[in-house]
Structure formats: C-alpha cells, structure tokens
C-alpha cells in the first residue's frame, strides 16, 4: 500500500502541473501585467487554490487590524503571529508605504505561497486632506466635486500602501440622535444613491488596475440608520416594503455600478442580524442582483451574534456568518479560530470556502497585488502628493459648497472687507474639531484651519475670545465675550459639536447646542449688535431658540482641512453659499422620525377641510419642521417659472421632458440646486407624499435666466410592493420643481401602461 506521505505530494504535482501554473505567475515581476481578461483571472485563480491548504484558504477569510486606529473592543493584536503563519488575507489600520511594505513582505516572504496582503482603511472622508464630513459634502449636492473629493481621498491613501476603503457609507438615515447620519448622504433614498455613486467612480476610477484606485465597501448592509430610537447598534425593525424603498436602493445600485466590496452592518433587520441574515447576503446580494465581489463583516459582528441571542458560540456564530454568505471576518477571530472544525463537521462545505477564497483572491490579481505586491508602496512620492496645494485648494473647494445658509435676516451677510468683527465661540479658534471624525491620517493641529486663522489670512478686523466650552458649563469667560461684542459692529459665533458627539457610538437624547452654548447667545444677544451663528456639528440639531435670538444662522458642518478659509469665504461673499440640506432640521427633538416625504395618513392636518382636533399633528408643536429636506438659501435670489411638459401621459416606453426657466433675481452671482418631486397619488400600498426624482446644480451670473429640462421615465416611478417586486401602476402623478422640498404641487402627468 502505497504511502499517503508519498502519494499526496505527487498528486500535487500532477495537479500543479495540469493546472497550467507556472510558479513564476507568482514570483515578483520587475513589470505587473494584471490578468487581462475574465478567463485570465479565473485560470490564475485556479492554479493558485489548487496549491492551498485549508489553512491558506481560511488565512484569506481573516482581516485582522494592527495596533493603530483601533475602532472597536480589542480582541487581540498577534497579529504578526497569523501573518507569519499564512492566517492572515488582509489588515486594517496599517498605512505609510513603509510600514505596509514591510507586513507585505513578511507575507509574500515569509509564507508559503506568498499570497499578498490587502490593506484597508476608513478613508470616509478625505485620507490626510480631509473634506467635510459626508453628510456635509453631500449638502453641496455636486456629484462631480463629491466624485473629485473621493478621488483625491484614494490618491493619498494609495500612495501610502492602501488597497480599500471601508466607504462609502450609504445607510439613509432619518433620525439625528443617531451619531452616525454624520457619515452618510442624509435622509433620501434618491439622493443617497447619486451621492454614493459618485463616491464609489471617484474611489474605484474605471480601473482597478491603476495604481491610484482602490476598493470601495458599500456599507453598512442594511438599514443600520433605521436603528430604534436612533440609539447605535440598536435593533432595526421595518416591514419589507420600507426595506426595499428606502434603505436598499443604493446598495443595489452600487452593486449595479461594480463595488468591489460590502461590509455587513452592526444590527438585527427583523429578527435576524444583517451578518448572518441569508435573506439579505444570498437571496438579494447575490441571486437578485448578482454581486460578484466579497463581503466583509463589520468589526466583530460575526461574535456579536452572541450577544444578539441568535448564535449559542462563536464557532455557531462563524457557520451562521458564513452560511449566510460572509466570505471575510473584521477582526472577531472566528473564520481563524473556529472554521476548521466547522469543514471538518461539514457544517461549512470547503466548497463553499473555496467560492469565497476565490472572491477576494480574484480582487487582488485585479489590483495588481500579485505581480507586484509593492506596487501601491510609493515611498519616494508620499511627500509630493499628501496635501499637496491643488488638493487643499479643492478641500476648500468642497467646504465652501458644503455650506448651508439657514438665516440671513437683513441681509446682515455677507459682510463688508471692514467689518469690525467679535468673534465668540468655543470652536472659533478650533483645529482640532473642525475636520470631524473618521479623519484616517488628517491631522489636527498645525494643518487644519479654524476660522480665526482663516480670518487672519483674510486680514479681517477681529477681536476674539472663547465665551464658553463646547460642553462645560464654566462661566468664566462670558464677561469677557460680552466686552468684545460690545465694541463690535457684528458679533459672529462659531458654535456647536465636537467631533466626538457624532459619528460611531455617539447617540444623543438632546439634539440642542451642547453646555452653556444657548445661554452664551442669549447673554450676547442683549447687546443688540448684530448676530451670526456659525454651526459645526454632525447631526441636524435643535435650532428653534437660534432661529428667533440670531440674524444669520451658517451650517457648516465640520468642514474639514480648509474648513476655517471656506467659511470665512461665506461670510465675506467670496462665496455665495449654495448649498441644501439633505437631512430635516426638526422644529423640536419629539418630532423624530420626521422627513421631508412622510406618509399623507387618513387625517392630515393643516389641509383645507381638515378636522382641528381630530387630524395627524401634534398638540404641542407644529408638524413642520424647522427646516426642510432641500433647503438652504443664497446671497441672490431665484425666481422659478411655470414647468411645461412637453406630454401630458407616460407609459413605459415613453418619457416627458419637464422643463422650467430659472432666473437669477438678486444682486450676487450664484448656484442653485434645483430639484424635482413627484407624487404617487394612488397606489395599491400608501406612497410617500413626495419623493425627490432629480436635481440639477446651474450657475447663474446675476439677472442670468436658464432653462432647466428634467427627462421622466417610467423606471422612475417604480416602487416596490411586497411579493410583486418593483412594479409601475397607472395613474396620476402630480410635481413641482423647486428649490426645496418644501412646495406646493403646480403640475400633473398620467402614466399608462403603453397600448401598443
Ligand atoms: C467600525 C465601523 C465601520 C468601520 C469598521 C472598521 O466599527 O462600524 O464603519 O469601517 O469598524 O474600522
């Protein structure tokens, strides 16, 4: 009996040799050549995995962080041990060429088959030149400054040894006392989807193989910004209608435009954790819209499972993950520590190993990684390229677009080159707040601009001093402010948030300017000098005290690198603000939920003929909000005539043409955001009141007039109702085209499905 010492490393080489591998595809070519077609890369997949172990499988299915960066609980940092012993496929946290060249060395070195590392990173908004956070960059509603600002993101992480981002985040969220609406593109489904394709051409480019472009991750899958009572991590429960119309449509989408990657959320979606939730994983990510790259769990959501009450032990947890169709665990150690004897059980088929091996195998020849695993080390030109002059220009670029202009009573902005300014406030002389979270390698101090130093290099006329902390309630200082206002001819207030009170684990119960920031604006406002407010947050806040104590209220956001600069633009005019709200303003916290697009229910209020008492309102605040989805206004005015459609019935193989004339009406040159809603009157399920279908961003010289053209299709109007799917029903559409959402109705279509 022949040996299996001497039979299996034969079979080996016949397999080897069958397999029409040369050992050379994986040796390091002075020149990479990435395989050039489909068939290439499925031949070179295969030769590979017919040499791997189990093990090596495995390896590739465990993304392990390095000691830096630590975004969640610690499990453990050995992660030198799995790299060295083939157990590692890819690493978070590691960035600077020099530092990835050398953990890449160590795999294609010091491992068998020196399979190489990918290396990934929250590059959310910007990687050392950091652009307002998303929800602030997506109020400029500018795709191809968004594409730009991304773009810029994955030249500067790629130099420094980067292959993927875990961006963009493309949850829609409703609810402002969840920290995380800081990250996404705000609260519309349509919206959402433009923005967060725009990011995803700008981090991908149109070719893997560059060495400039990296992965995307659309994140988090799914529905994580409907968590309950907007508490992070907490439990999401929506019918399959809501999932399907409002959170899904941008992952689809993205799937549609060839995401490299996915990573599944924190929570539950109906009873079952999104990371072990086959429905979401297989039958819609996989069978319905045929993604065909890897999904990576989130941070250790695969043993969160656990705690949800869903998995009775980690090893149960990895099948229920893997099952379901996880191919790669973020730092929970399961996939390392537990798969092995889930195969040999037979609760996890190798099989099924081996499709997963072969999805991010396949991203990493397309990126190059085997024929050069240091083609992203770019040591000698890190200098050069990190916030350089034209990417600090575009940064402030991105600000100046990003900010919303919600008050500007007697035109008190922009303000004149001479204006003897107070400037107050807790975040006036702030760098450290001012590019936000998720700020990867941005730094703080010393680069990014506060307002001050943005005032200074304007050589404005101002006197500054704190007044108050963010969120202490020291007193100390209010005489002080109150002097300098004193003597002032405006008092301009740069207010709000730090950074840390939006973003991951930041939920709030009380959506107000934090500490003693209200009081401070109440003393200053005795002094009856003019008054501007500058807001840097990452939430929608609570703003009804400030819209009736101040003159001019500039949402900011927290603007980034050249966030300081941008704003002073705004309020000298160097730049008419332009930008719109992509998340409503509540009138008050108790509100929440409340969008732009509510459901109309059986009583409206507020409508003619509706009952005082007995409709859908509130007895102790109105249902409006403060400010509405779409708004924001402009140093100029904009005056929007009558749309003319050019037919009056659509059917599916037809569209209208809704077209309208915009006038610049006022005294500054400016941009505005024109959008287009529609209404579903009828449907076979409630439709939402309205729902943005389009949007154009026009410049407009002053007294300038443009006409603007929408193209309606029937795709547009389809929605989905459960077990039919995305479906088209006949029947009446009214519109308006204007610049928020928050307007009447003035024109109407028919839709019938065509007779021909
Ligand atoms: C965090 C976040 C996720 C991020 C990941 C890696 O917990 O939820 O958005 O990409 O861990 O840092």
Redesign the pocket.
């Known amino acids: 009996m022949v040996s299996k010492k001497i039979i299996y490393p034969f079979l080996l080489v016949v397999i080897f040799c069958l397999s029409g591998f040369s050992y050379s595809e994986f040796s390091i070519k002075p020149k990479y050549s990435v395989p050039n077609n489909d068939e290439d890369l499925n031949r070179r997949v295969d030769s590979l995995m017919a040499l791997m172990t189990l093990k090596e499988k495995i390896g590739q299915t465990v993304l392990y962080?390095t000691q830096f960066?630590i975004?969640?609980p610690s499990i453990d940092d050995n992660y030198l041990d799995y790299l060295r012993e083939g157990s590692l496929g890819a690493m978070?946290?590691a960035t600077g060429s020099a530092f990835t060249r050398k953990l890449q060395k160590i795999a294609v070195e010091e491992t068998r088959l020196g399979i190489p590392l990918l290396f990934?990173?929250?590059v959310?908004h910007g990687y050392k030149t950091i652009f307002p956070i998303p929800m602030g960059e997506a109020s400029s509603w500018d795709l191809e400054l968004i594409e730009k600002s991304a773009r810029i993101s994955a030249i500067e992480a790629s130099v420094e040894g980067l292959h993927w981002t875990?961006?963009p985040?493309v949850d829609v969220a409703r609810d402002p006392r969840w920290g995380?609406i800081s990250?996404g593109a705000g609260e519309d489904t349509f919206l959402c989807t433009k923005i967060s394709e725009a990011r995803v051409r700008g981090f991908q480019g149109d070719d893997l193989s560059q060495d400039n472009t990296i992965l995307a991750?659309a994140?988090?899958y799914a529905a994580y910004g409907a968590a309950q009572a907007g508490r992070d991590y907490h439990t999401v429960d929506i019918s399959e209608n809501t999932l399907r119309n409002v959170y899904l449509p941008p992952f689809e989408a993205l799937v549609k435009q060839g995401v490299a990657t996915f990573?599944t959320?924190?929570n539950e979606v109906n009873g079952v954790p999104a990371t072990g939730n086959k429905y979401l994983l297989k039958d819609i990510l996989r069978d319905e819209w045929n993604f065909d790259g890897f999904v990576v769990t989130?941070?250790t959501s695969i043993n969160e499972m656990v705690h949800h009450g869903y998995a009775k032990d980690l090893k149960h947890a990895g099948e229920l993950a893997f099952n379901a169709g996880v191919d790669m665990d973020?730092?929970g150690g399961v996939y390392l520590n537990e798969m092995e004897k889930s195969i040999e059980e037979g609760t996890i088929s190798e099989t099924q190993l081996n499709q997963s091996v072969r999805s991010i195998l396949k991203l990493k020849f397309k990126l190059g990684l085997f024929d050069d695993p240091y083609r992203y080390c770019h040591e000698d030109q890190e200098k050069e390229i990190i916030l350089s002059k034209e990417h600090l220009q575009i940064a402030r670029e991105v600000a100046q677009k990003s900010i919303v202009l919600l008050k500007n009573d007697d035109k008190i902005l922009p303000l004149k080159s001479d204006t003897k300014i107070a400037l107050i406030g807790p975040l006036a002389d702030d760098e450290f707040n001012i590019i936000g979270n998720?700020t990867a390698r941005g730094d703080r101090d010393g680069v990014a601009v506060s307002v001050k130093e943005g005032l200074e290099a304007r050589n404005s006329n101002f006197t500054f001093t704190k007044g108050c902390e963010i969120s202490s309630d020291s007193r100390s200082d209010i005489a002080n402010a109150l002097e300098i206002a004193a003597t002032s001819d405006v008092v301009v207030m740069v207010l709000g948030e730090s950074e840390r009170m939006s973003g991951?684990?930041a939920s709030r119960t009380n959506i107000k300017l934090p500490g003693i920031q209200q009081e401070l604006i109440k003393e200053i406002k005795k002094t009856g000098k003019p008054l501007v407010i500058v807001l840097m947050n990452g939430r929608p806040l609570d703003l009804s005290l400030e819209s009736e104590q101040v003159d001019a209220i500039v949402e900011a956001w927290f603007p980034g690198t050249s966030g300081g600069h941008a704003i002073v633009d705004v309020l000298f005019g160097d730049y008419n603000p332009s930008g719109k709200l992509t998340v409503t303003f509540p009138m008050t916290i108790g509100q929440i939920p409340i969008h732009y697009n509510m459901k109309n229910t059986g009583r409206p209020a507020y409508i003619k003929g509706a009952n005082e008492r007995y409709s859908s309102k509130y007895i102790d605040a109105p249902n409006k909000p403060l400010y509405p989805f779409g708004f924001g206004l402009s140093y100029t005015t904009f005056e929007y005539g009558s749309i003319s459609l050019d037919r009056e019935t659509l059917s599916e193989n037809t569209t209208i043409n809704a077209s309208i004339e915009v006038k610049n009406t006022g005294e500054y040159d400016g941009e505005e955001i024109i959008q287009l809603y529609i209404k579903d009157v009828i449907g076979s399920i409630t439709r939402p009141t309205k729902e943005l279908k389009g949007f154009k961003k026009i410049f407009l010289k002053k007294g300038e007039s443009k006409t603007v053209i929408f193209e309606i299709a029937a795709e547009d109007l389809k929605f989905y109702k459960n077990k039919s799917g995305f479906i088209n029903e006949e029947g009446k559409y009214e519109m308006f085209i204007a610049g928020n959402s928050d307007h009447e109705f003035t024109d109407s279509f028919n839709f019938i499905f065509s007779k021909i």
């Open positions: 962080t960066d975004t969640g978070f946290n990934g990173y929250d959310i875990f961006a985040m995380r990250e991750c994140k988090h990573m959320s924190f989130d941070y973020m730092q998720w991951e684990a």
